[in-house]
């Protein structure tokens, strides 16, 4: 019952940079972790980064010096900064929240890193 509205997604040249953002609504109450993913056609969905209620963060490999990912309290919504994107970057990017044993997923925003 967590509603999940990714936007910022879009075309950028390798090593550009963008920011997602993703809006979390309804049951927003007792979440505790929010996070990204992304799946590139004919791959596994993988993990980009997570945030915990206690403020620890985790960034896939690929992401370290790149990602960052933060969230906005006030306004229920987790986003990640992305710099320096690669090709290999170019996927949906799906936003996510665990709320007690539920998981939540966005709809999903693509990213494509194109010249």
């Known amino acids: 019952q967590v509603h999940l509205v990714e936007v910022g997604g879009g075309l950028v040249q390798p090593g550009g940079s963008l920011r997602l953002s993703c809006e979390a609504s309804g049951d927003i109450e007792a979440i505790s972790t929010m996070g990204w993913y992304r799946q590139a056609p004919g791959k596994q969905r993988e993990l980009v980064a997570t945030i915990t209620g206690g403020g620890q963060t985790n960034v896939a490999a690929f992401g370290k010096g790149r990602f960052t990912i933060f969230v906005a309290i006030a306004k229920s919504s987790v986003h990640l900064q992305m710099n320096n994107l690669k090709p290999e970057d170019t996927a949906v990017y799906y936003c996510?929240?665990?709320?007690?044993?539920?998981?939540?997923w966005g709809k999903g925003t693509l990213v494509t890193v194109s010249s």
């Open positions: 996510n929240a665990v709320r007690y044993a539920r998981t939540s």
